[in-house]
């Protein structure tokens, strides 16, 4: 079955350190892999995906994803966190039934 | 401006009522999605539709119906069958059956009372 890992239920990072948020994946086949954030009582908002291409992706406010095929891992990184990264943040992949499967979630509190 | 909206936005269920929540998309998409968000569980998929007038079962879709007779509306019912359904609703579109690119809507907080 397809599934994704987020083996971190927190991460804290200071305002303006880079930080990373991982993810790992397991798939059969080629991984079409997602990454979304979601802020309180909202909906999930769509950062990036991988699909086929560069190992780094490139998505919205300044967040990157690098995809290593050896270590099933999709982390997603930003150079310089910002106080209003923070959120929960989601990794997904799609599964046979072309549907995304997501982690458990991992909360980003990024302090000043 | 083209989206998805879900109603309402906090909703109380009495034991033993049935509940609907609406989700209605004015993106031309052909796929929609129903998730259950628990705290430190992520989202788990209740029920999906691929095309008008066609769903599936997701992975937790027992106590939960759906219906799909036109491309914009997935509205899902929460029966009293289902045992512990206080939780976080959230309803997704995709373009296509990929599940490419969701979007998302804002979702719905049931508790039961």
């Known amino acids: 079955a397809q599934s994704v890992a987020q083996p971190e239920d927190q991460v804290n990072v200071a305002e303006g350190n880079p930080l990373t948020v991982k993810c790992t994946y397991s798939v059969s086949g080629n991984p079409y892999l997602f990454w979304y954030v979601q802020y309180p009582n909202r909906g999930l908002q769509f950062l990036l995906k991988?699909?086929?291409?560069?190992?780094l992706v490139k998505g919205s406010y300044g967040f990157e994803a690098e995809f290593n095929k050896s270590q099933t891992s999709f982390h997603l990184k930003k150079p310089s966190a910002l106080v209003s990264d923070s959120a929960l943040y989601f990794c997904?992949?799609?599964?046979?039934?072309?549907?995304?499967?997501f982690g458990s979630g991992t909360r980003l509190q990024v302090q000043p | 401006d083209g989206g998805i909206t879900q109603s309402p936005k906090y909703l109380f269920r009495k034991e033993g009522q049935n509940v609907t929540l609406s989700c209605e998309q004015n993106?031309?998409?052909?796929?929609m999605y129903w998730y259950r968000q628990d705290p430190g569980q992520g989202l788990r998929l209740i029920y999906y539709?691929?095309?008008?007038?066609?769903?599936q079962k997701g992975d937790i879709a027992e106590g939960y119906s759906v219906s799909r007779e036109k491309k914009e509306s997935f509205p899902l019912t929460v029966t009293s069958a289902q045992k512990n359904p206080t939780a976080f609703y959230l309803c997704?579109?995709?373009?296509?059956?990929?599940?490419?690119?969701?979007?998302f809507g804002s979702g719905t907080r049931l508790t039961v009372v």
């Open positions: 991988y699909i086929t291409g560069d190992n």
């Open positions: 539709s691929q095309i008008v007038n066609d769903f």
């Open positions: 997904a992949v799609r599964d046979r039934r072309r549907a995304l499967t």
């Open positions: 997704a579109s995709s373009i296509e059956q990929g599940g490419y690119g969701y979007t």
């Open positions: 993106l031309n998409h052909d796929a």
